[in-house]
């Protein structure tokens, strides 16, 4: 959802390639054979993973290695970058972070990717959730190309302050019990508009909303979204989408949008500038909002239910390309990182919800409580949901359409596209992103 213009992106790929050739196992070496041999391990990431405390540990366990994060913090800047060093054969990190959205599309090019099963991680499954541990499997299930980190988990963030000003209840339960339906919430959107107005809006981002919402009707009903497990394009049948952009629209019709989008200069500046009141809260956004909102949104905000129930939204795993020179230490990294422990860790620093059952059943996700969070109880709010959550599947070109889709939602917001127009333009600019 994170997007940069394309000419700009070409430039910046072509630089970060060259760049990343030199960084990527760059001595010219073969696999470790040495405990004593210095080496350098780098890790791919976007947004918050919360693991320089697991890095800190992994390299006093491990002397001799020393491990570098390249972290890129909007996905949609990422993903094309991972993309052109996978098929490349060159310049991505010994550990790549492979998010939900584009998994299917690595996941059939095994080839380009370790078999973790070489590196004795056959004996881990029972550390994941299952349909976690089947998301890294390749195809044929031949091939362990990746270890869960994260599952996306739901919930609602909402500005106390802002809530209270506008005469609204500010108590997490009371809050969760003023939206019990989406609808609901748009009333509620509409009441906080009326008091407040001005440049503060009641929603972050209508694509924030659109991807919550999507989620939670694909998780009800077929499981998919814009594409079946044929990877046949069915926006156009698919009710589940049909019903999540018809209530975006709604809450653009009502005012309670601007039209930012997420994770853009104008979504972090207007999260320190009280912009908006709420945000959809998938367990990795309480990560982002504390990274953008800085020490002064601290007690500012805390977490309630969502409107709808629950859902799922996010998630990723971690995979070793082929072209690491250490993919023995890389894939040990994998595994450190993605362990029980390394897992409560993560939730820990940046509140990444565990796939694996041991911890989100540890009473030290379960009894967290974030203070940034106005201490909210987030380890009872997400953990429990966690254990039953389904997987949606998403085609291997779902970012692209998801990205075209999002700027018609947008441009709605903004005035630019009518609300009656907007479901055919949307269908078709997301068939020519699919080449559909």
Known sequence: MRRGRVGALAIVLSAALAAATACSGDDG????????????LTVDDFGTFGYQDLYKQFMAQHPNIKVTERNVPKLDDYTPRLQQW???????GDVVAIEEGIMVKFKAQPDKFVDLKQYGASSLQGNFL???????????????????????SMALCYRKDLFKKAGLPDDRDAVTKLWPTWDDFIKIGQQYTSKVGGKSKFIDSPETYYNTILMQEAGKGSNQTYFDQSNKFVMESN????????????????GL???????????????????????????????????FG?????????????????????????????????????????????????????FKAANNLPSSPAALNDPAVKAFNNPYFNNAPVGQIYAPAAINLKPVYL?????EVRTAVEADLRAVAQGKLSAGSAWGKAVSDAKKASGS
């Open 294 to 346: 800085g020490d002064g949104q601290q007690g500012k905000w805390d977490v309630a239910g969502v409107p709808g129930g629950g859902g799922s939204w996010g998630g990723s795993w971690l995979a070793v390309p082929t072209q690491s020179k250490h993919p023995k230490e890389a894939a040990e990294l994998v595994q450190f990182l993605t362990s029980v422990q390394g897992q409560i860790g993560a």
């Open 395 to 399: 085609g291997a070109d779902n970012q």
């Open 29 to 40: 070496k073969s696999d470790s054979n040495s405990a004593n041999e210095k080496i350098t």
């Open 239 to 254: 009710p589940a989408v049909k019903a999540a952009f018809d209530e975006t629209v709604k809450m653009s019709q009502a």
């Open 86 to 92: 996978i098929a490349a054969g060159a310049g991505a």
């Open 257 to 291: 949008a601007s039209g930012v989008q997420f994770l853009s200069d104008p979504w972090s500046q207007g999260l320190k500038k009280d912009a908006f009141a709420t945000a959809p809260c998938p367990a990795w956004m309480l990560g982002l909002i504390k990274q």
């Open 130 to 152: 299952p349909w976690k541990w089947q998301g890294g499997m390749s195809p044929d299930g031949s091939k362990l190309i990746g270890l869960g980190t994260d599952v996306g």
